[in-house]
């Protein structure tokens, strides 16, 4: 049959559609006729399958494929399933960061059971801790159990922190950087549990760690007042020593003066009396300073006594006390914040008390004078000085006071992340500071040695006494220690977000701990009261405290 022509010819319409697929997955289509007016579509692409994991954990399913489960009357024997709960909160967190067994992939979720768990919970960043679920009829559901949230998961140990949230390389067992959900939950802490004994910490987020904290409860029981400082022993420290006796006239052709005494301390100090002077024919020698010399001294401590000339001997001068060790400062600053919660402040220690210096040494006398000098048969120097005696050490410091243990509800390490959603916030009271130590009284100082006697029967004149040795100066009184810390959120760098719903209580910060050896009320040597707030933000963790 010819083919029909010209304006009243019916062409066929035939339509192509052409989809273009990639990787198995429909990424566009085009449709097209050879009338430039007619377009066909494709069909709508599916839409992806809902995720059964997903949602919030008032209303999202719980199912075995989404997470492990965990109850007060499981077994870790267990595999975690609804039907077959392990018991442990840790364990559970195990099987839900590694998956449970054969390769199955890790649910990073664990849904625990309303009731009380008396174990501490380490939680990597990425894993959800969901709790205060209700178990007893099997549906593991949010809603209505126990009354909700008035029946969480408690996490209350007897001992450490309750809950602990792991970040950056501590994390690894999840693999990547992702944000804890923590929901239903209260963390407990007991009085004094942290490890340093005297704190109480219910949170920690370590370094980099991530968590979102919702419809729960974070509490700090008190503090722990912080220890005493040790006093210093009681008794006196070591004595000096008596000076030597000068040698008497007429009896050596070279009269030399006194040896000199030295006490040696247990710091390594010393306290050395003066040198007698010498005895002469027609002049004494004058005796030696005692040690250690004062750097100024106006008074004329320890000064050498001079030689008879023209005028008889004198003394050896009493040598100068010791430095008294005064009082500490007491604990000053805020402490700081590391992984295991927060460090306070001691108070400082007492300072030593100085030794006593020696007494200067006699002057040596003169054999000859008007109308007297020694018989011609006996030696002819006059008589030597006594030495002076030796100081008394100084006492040892008493020890500063501890500081008192924090109440601190949660502790946000560097680079740490925290939200918090209609969550309680409780902080205890923290510990006082403790008392400093008291000082130890310094050792007594000794008299010098007599000078030598002329000769018998004559107006020969006598060599001069020693000096007494100084006191050792009392030890030091020790400052108090700092006050405990009362805070709800102590940070590091503010990454913190704090939602409509969410409230603090806190309670009072520690008293600083007065000085050792202080009367009531006495301010000096006082240790600071601990820092407080619903919000504290410390210096790094790798700043000691002075």
């Given at each position: ?15 192509l ?10 990424t ?20 992806p ?23 007060e ?24 960061a ?6 199955e992939?890790a649910t ?5 059971c309303?009731g ?8 990597p ?5 969901w709790?205060g ?5 099997g ?17 209350a ?19 990547d ?19 340093d004994?005297k704190?109480?910490?219910?949170m ?11 419809s729960?409860?974070?509490?700090a029981g008190?503090g ?13 420290a ?5 000076g030597?006796h ?48 004062p ?9 050498a006594?001079?030689g ?7 003394k ?5 006390p ?7 400062d ?11 919660g ?21 002057g ?8 007297v ?9 006059g ?10 050490c ?10 008192g ?13 925290l939200?918090?959603?209609a ?9 006082n500071?403790?008392?400093?130590g ?13 000078g030598g006697?002329g ?12 000096g ?11 400052g108090g ?6 805070v ?30 202080a ?12 820092p407080?707030?619903?919000l ?11």
């Amino acid at each position: 049959m010819a083919a029909m022509t010209g304006r009243g010819a019916v062409r066929p319409v035939i339509a192509l559609t052409v989809c273009l697929w990639g990787a198995g997955t429909l990424t566009a289509c085009a449709s097209y006729s050879d009338d430039c007016s007619e377009k066909l579509a494709c069909a709508p692409e599916p839409e992806p399958p809902l995720d059964p994991c997903a949602g919030e954990p008032s209303t999202a399913p719980a199912l075995d494929k989404c997470g492990v489960f965990v109850s007060e009357n499981g077994d870790d024997k267990h595999p975690g399933t609804k039907d077959a709960p392990v018991k442990t909160l840790q364990h559970a967190v195990g099987l839900a960061a590694h998956g449970r067994r054969h390769g199955e992939a890790a649910t990073r979720r664990v849904y625990a059971c309303g009731g009380r768990f008396e174990e501490a919970l380490v939680l990597p960043s990425g894993v959800d801790f969901w709790g205060g679920r209700r178990c007893e009829d099997g549906e593991w559901s949010y809603e209505g159990s126990f009354g909700g949230p008035d029946h969480p998961t408690i996490i209350a140990p007897a001992e450490g922190i309750p809950l602990r949230v792991l970040g950056g390389n501590d994390a690894v067992i999840v693999g990547d950087d992702a944000t804890s959900v923590i929901f239903g939950v209260h963390a407990v802490a007991a009085d004094a549990s942290a490890s340093d004994g005297k704190s109480s910490i219910a949170m920690i987020l370590s370094p980099g760690a991530k968590a979102r904290v919702a419809s729960s409860d974070v509490i700090a029981g008190n503090g722990k007042d912080g220890e005493a400082g040790k006093d210093a022993l009681s008794v006196r420290a070591k004595d000096g020593e008596q000076g030597n006796h000068g040698a008497d006239a007429c009896t050596a052709d070279a009269a030399v003066g006194a040896l000199p005494v030295v006490t040696m301390c247990d710091d390594g100090s010393e306290s050395t009396g003066g040198y007698g002077g010498d005895g002469g024919l027609d002049v004494g020698r004058d005796g030696m300073p005692g040690k250690p010399e004062p750097a100024e001294n106006p008074q004329g401590y320890g000064i050498a006594g001079l030689g008879a000339g023209s005028d008889p001997c004198t003394k050896g001068g009493d040598g100068a006390p010791g430095a008294s060790g005064g009082r500490a400062d007491s604990a000053a600053g805020e402490g700081y914040l590391n992984i295991h919660g927060w460090v306070g402040v001691r108070g400082e220690d007492g300072k030593k008390g100085g030794a006593g210096q020696g007494g200067g040494g006699g002057g040596g006398s003169k054999s000859r004078g008007p109308m007297v000098a020694c018989p011609g048969d006996r030696p002819q120097s006059g008589a030597a000085g006594g030495s002076g005696g030796s100081g008394g050490c100084g006492g040892q410091g008493g020890r500063g006071g501890g500081y008192g243990g924090a109440s601190i509800a949660i502790v946000a390490l560097e680079d740490s992340e925290l939200e918090l959603d209609a969550t309680k916030v409780v902080a205890g009271n923290g510990g006082n500071g403790g008392v400093g130590g008291t000082g130890q009284p310094g050792g007594v100082g000794r008299f010098g040695g007599h000078g030598g006697k002329g000769f018998t029967n004559t107006n020969m004149w006598e060599a001069c006494a020693g000096g007494l040795g100084g006191n050792g100066g009392r030890g030091g009184d020790a400052g108090g220690g700092l006050g405990g810390a009362a805070v709800g959120i102590a940070y590091v760098v503010p990454h913190l977000t704090i939602l409509p719903g969410t409230t603090f209580e806190v309670g009072g910060a520690g008293e600083g701990g007065p000085a050792g050896n202080a009367d009531v009320n006495e301010e000096v040597g006082s240790g600071a009261r601990g820092p407080r707030g619903q919000l504290y933000r410390f210096g790094a963790a790798n700043e000691p405290p002075r």
